[in-house]
């Protein structure tokens, strides 16, 4: 089983910028579509962005397109979520997540379609 760790939040203020890291463990990372998902206080957990398996294809929600950028290093086991422009929609705790099957899920934004989830990561954005 993987263990996902999430690393990189905290207070930033409105406008502002964060870099979430996510580290996996195990081997065929590169196997696997990833993804980010987050969830705020008294909301559903949605989608944010994801980074499949195949290279350089990313996918993104709409709220965030153009602000944030899903990233990864499959030689360090790590997936990487830049955040720019950060709002005050944009405050929650921020999970990384491995697709349930490698090889498949490219542009996956069904939650229930990943089966590995790390412990998540707060971000807080000030006004």
């Known amino acids: 089983q993987v263990q996902l760790v999430e690393s990189g939040g905290g207070l930033v203020q409105a406008g502002g910028s964060l870099r979430l890291s996510c580290a996996a463990s195990?081997?065929?990372?590169?196997?696997?579509?990833m993804a980010w998902f987050r969830q705020a206080p008294g909301k559903e957990r949605e989608f944010v962005g994801g980074?499949?398996?195949?290279?350089?294809?990313?996918y993104y929600a709409d709220s965030v397109k153009g602000r944030f950028t899903v990233s990864r290093d499959n030689a360090k086991n790590s997936l990487y979520l830049e955040m720019n422009s950060l709002t005050p929609e944009d405050p929650a705790i921020y999970y990384c997540?491995?697709?349930?099957?490698?090889?498949?899920?490219?542009?996956?934004?069904?939650?229930?379609?990943?089966?590995?989830w790390g412990q998540g990561t707060q971000v807080t954005v000030s006004s």
């Open positions: 980074n499949s398996w195949i290279e350089r294809t990313q």
């Open positions: 997540a491995r697709y349930g099957t490698p090889y498949s899920g490219i542009h996956s934004y069904q939650l229930e379609d990943y089966d590995s």
């Open positions: 195990g081997r065929a990372f590169s196997s696997y579509s």
